[in-house]
């Protein structure tokens, strides 16, 4: 028998951390840190074979795509912006569900604006998402990039609408805000490195199939 080769998973703290942690418990993997108490950015396990990468949600496909991690979870948000290059997606795990929403002021009459073929202003974390979801509607918008509190635009007067996740719903009323399309439904994938699924097939096969197995109904 050969040994057991190493893994590497990367992962994003708080929410998804959180809503992975008993998807790990049922392939057997505990970690021996909670990465929101300990600054370390590699986290072993009870697996003396098997290690966390604690990163940036964002950075999570490519530490996967450049073989620094083999598996990883991310947000189909994320993945979506990454474009998925040297990505197996095997599993949705129905973790972290949210929606992509455009939003608008309360005051902003946005039926009219939309309609009426002048040029909004978008602010977003997801320039490529909202991008084809405004070419998709035969819209034309100028996509203003930010990196953060998205909600902040138009209460400013930097944009007109964002475009950007929503879950209950609550940071948009505490904003004046509120949704006025939905773009999609999200939730977070298990990515898998392509050679590293080749390569260590009989480590990483049953992770996946215990993740599987684990996840909440539909
Ligand atoms: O925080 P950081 O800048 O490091 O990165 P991140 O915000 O991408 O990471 P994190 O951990 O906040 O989110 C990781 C993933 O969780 C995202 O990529 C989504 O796939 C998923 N997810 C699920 C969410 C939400 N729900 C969510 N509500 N990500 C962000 N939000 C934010 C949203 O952007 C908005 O600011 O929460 C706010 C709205 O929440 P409600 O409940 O007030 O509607
Ligand atoms: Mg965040």
């Known amino acids: 028998m050969t040994a057991s080769q190493n893994l590497t998973i990367a992962l994003s703290k708080g929410r998804i951390f959180d809503e992975t942690l008993p998807l790990l418990a049922a392939a057997g993997i505990v970690p021996a840190e909670d990465p929101e108490k300990s600054r370390k950015l590699i986290i072993d396990t009870n697996h003396p074979n098997i290690r966390l990468v604690i990163v940036r949600a964002t950075d999570v496909p490519t530490y996967v795509q450049y073989g620094a991690a083999d598996l990883g979870i991310a947000g189909r948000d994320v993945l979506t912006e990454h474009g998925g290059d040297g990505l197996y ?8 569900k949210c929606r992509m929403m455009v939003a608008v002021h309360k005051d902003f009459d946005y039926a009219t604006a939309s309609r009426a073929g002048s040029r909004l202003k978008v602010a977003t974390k997801y320039p490529n ?4 979801h405004f070419a998709k509607k035969g819209m034309h918008v100028d996509i203003i990039k930010l990196y953060g509190s998205m909600e902040l635009g138009p209460l400013v007067g930097l944009s007109d609408a964002i475009v950007d996740l929503v879950s209950t719903g609550s940071t948009l009323k ?15 994938r298990l990515v898998v490195n392509k050679a590293a699924l080749k390569l260590k097939f ?6 996946i199939d215990a993740f599987r197995d684990a996840r909440q109904p539909e």
């Open 174 to 188: 505490a904003n004046d805000l509120q949704a006025v399309e939905h773009i999609s439904d999200i939730s977070s």
């Open 202 to 207: 009989g480590e990483i096969q049953p992770i």
């Open 129 to 132: 998402i909202a991008m084809e």
């Open 89 to 96: 997606q095997p599993l949705d795990l129905r973790i972290a």
